[in-house]
């Protein structure tokens, strides 16, 4: 069932266009991502779905009941915030200070929807939000008494406690230290998979995108340029920018004919859903589709230039020089691998590569 649809939506700021015809779909229990650069519209649609925004076109439907709808011949239907079901846990500063924990996740039970439970049953509500969180036990602390990241699961205990339909995330992460970031990323994806909550998370990090979501929504300059689960996102990218965002890609000049790519690599498998013939293509390899091969498999390498740690891997910078000029590639190793500067390096490249007109 579609929890969630976005309809062609639009909202303009002066003379910024915020959302240009955004369409989406999300079904019950996925989660997607919207991921994009600053400025590309990522909140501004968030705010839409919540209702702190007015979009100038467009419907949303949330579980099949229509909150806006800027079309109707009569007049414009604009369900208020409090009454779309909606889950928010914003970026930072989320707690009331001078609450205490259990009594800021029962602020989430103060809406109409909860005012009919009991006293009791929410203090139940607020337990169970406690133990879903890993926190049980902790309610009578202070929020300065809990760690940043404890504090981040004490809001989205907050925002789970009425039992939303959509669960809205708002860069949720984006304050804390990597490490942590990390380990929090994957306690929030495995508490709304307990619940199956049907969730959005906006980020501006492919890599928490990638690793988080169901489906992955790219935007660009309020409009929205791929929908894609995140392998396909990762390998089959729309386009060269989309490629770039989503991680390190190699980008070269090639000629596509019958169906294979022609390039300084020699001939390469062409990705699915490419066009066939072009003169003049532009290709994008990942790092990780080159491999070191041994001597006599060798059509072509490159020198080392430098190599970057990264621990669980590396990338090595190396620089091809042949009949179509000088070109420096990046190749992604295993971590432990080490090579010197100068060292020469015969390549082969993996797997299917993508190219563009
Ligand atoms: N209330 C507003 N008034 C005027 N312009 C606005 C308003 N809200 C957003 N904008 C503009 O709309 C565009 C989209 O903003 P939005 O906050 O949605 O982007 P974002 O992708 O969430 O960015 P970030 O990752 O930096 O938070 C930006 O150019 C922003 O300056």
Known sequence: MK?????????QFSAVQALS???????????LAVLGPSGCGKTTLLRAIAGFETPD???ILINGQTVF????????????PEHRKIGYVPQHGVLFPHLTVEKNIAFGLSSADSKRQTKQQKAQRVIEMLELVGMAGLGQRMPHELSGGQQQRIALARALAPSPSLVLLDEPFSALDAGLRIALREEVKATLNAIAATAIIVTHDQEEALSMADLVAVMRQGKCVQVS?????????????VAK???????????VANGSIHSRFGTLALAGGCATDSKSATIMIRPEQFVVSPPHEQQFGGHVLKTIYYGHNALVHLKTEDQWGAQEIQMRVNGARTFSPGEYLGLKIEGAVMAYE
């Open 3 to 11: 929890k969630l649809i976005i309809d062609r939506v639009s909202k």
């Open 21 to 31: 015809d955004v369409h989406l779909t999300l079904e019950e229990g996925k989660m």
């Open 57 to 59: 076109t467009g419907r």
């Open 69 to 80: 709808d800027a079309q109707t011949s009569t007049k414009l239907i604009n369900t208020k």
């Open 229 to 241: 689960d995140p392998v396909s996102l990762y390998q089959y990218p729309t386009d060269i920018n």
């Open 245 to 255: 965002f989503v991680g390190d890609a190699i980008v070269l000049p090639a000629v």
